[in-house]
């Protein structure tokens, strides 16, 4: 399935698409990969978080009959992600920019009190 906001690659998807996307059907879940101290201080409200270097472990706590789309802080630590949920089998996508441009595109922040 083809999102829209797809970037050139197939694995990538802008924060816009991704936030328009999240009560499409099927609806888009949004993996935050980032640390439980990174998340606390802003993340997108409805996503999960499982740090990367427990995805691995943690890959039977995700949905397999929905689209993925995975944030960091910069689009780098949920590129890594990808490869390891798609190696998975399951459909998963890369947010560009990560939290730093779906905040400098002023798309809303959930943040811990």
Same mark, same amino acid.
């Given at each position: 399935?083809? !999102? &829209?906001?797809?970037?050139?690659?197939?694995?990538? +998807?802008? *924060?816009?698409?991704?936030? $328009? #996307?999240?009560? %499409?059907?099927?609806?888009?879940?949004?993996?935050?990969?980032?640390?439980?101290?990174? !998340? &606390?201080?802003?993340?997108?409200?409805?996503?999960? +978080?499982? *740090?990367?270097?427990?995805? $691995? #472990?943690?890959? %039977?706590?995700?949905?397999?009959?929905?689209?993925?789309?995975?944030?960091?802080?910069?689009?780098?630590?949920?590129?890594?992600?990808?490869?390891? +949920?798609?190696?998975?089998?399951?459909? $998963?996508?890369?947010?560009?920019?990560?939290?730093?441009?779906?905040?400098?595109?002023?798309?809303?922040?959930?943040?811990?009190?």
């Amino acid at each position: 399935m083809a !999102y &829209r906001g797809q970037t050139t690659t197939t694995t990538d +998807l802008t *924060p816009a698409s991704v936030q $328009a #996307q999240v009560n %499409a059907q099927p609806p888009l879940l949004v993996l935050d990969v980032r640390q439980p101290d990174e !998340y &606390r201080q802003g993340h997108v409200a409805g996503s999960i +978080l499982i *740090p990367l270097d427990r995805l $691995a #472990q943690r890959l %039977a706590e995700l949905p397999t009959d929905r689209p993925i789309a995975a944030i960091c802080r910069s689009g780098n630590r949920s590129g890594v992600a990808v490869e390891v +949920l798609r190696r998975a089998g399951f459909e $998963a996508y890369n947010v560009t920019g990560g939290m730093l441009r779906w905040e400098r595109d002023g798309l809303p922040v959930e943040r811990a009190p």
